[in-house]
């Protein structure tokens, strides 16, 4: 039986999908402008890159190889959308859609990931 951390856990991971569904669909419909000030995109990108190192670096509660696995995938995606997000308002402007996208896919497939090591684990 499921217990409710397990029931949480793949509700946080289903709500990064989605999110990375957004991010793929704003790309897709240019329906999101960038910032005039690009130090705001910069500041995020670094927020998760540092989130996703300390996640990486934090021991995990059980030694199961799906809760190490879980670990590894989170921290590593964190990195990579804080990379893409970063690096943002430093290419040309024709690029930012495909950036966006790349980083809605890496959400998208840390969801889809996620949420089958955690259901498997249940």
């Keep these: 039986m499921p217990t409710p951390a397990n029931l949480f856990r793949l509700l946080n991971e289903l709500i990064l ?4 569904a957004l991010l793929v669909l704003l790309a ?11 130090s705001a ?7 998760l890159i540092y989130w996703g190192a300390r996640a990486g670096m934090r021991r995990g509660g059980t ?23 970063a690096c943002i308002p430093l290419v ?6 495909t ?3 790349i980083a809605g896919g890496v959400l998208m497939l840390r969801g ?11």
């Design 17 to 20: 999908f989605l999110l990375g």
């Design 28 to 38: 897709v419909t240019r329906g999101v402008m960038l910032p005039t000030r690009p």
């Design 41 to 47: 995109l910069l500041t995020l990108g670094v927020a």
């Design 63 to 85: 030694s199961a190889p799906e809760a190490a696995m879980g670990r590894q995938i989170r921290s590593v995606s964190l990195v990579l959308v804080g990379l893409l997000v």
């Design 92 to 97: 040309p402007l024709r690029y930012a859609e």
């Design 99 to 101: 950036l966006l996208i």
């Design 112 to 122: 889809i990931l996620s949420g089958i090591l955690y259901a498997r684990a249940t």
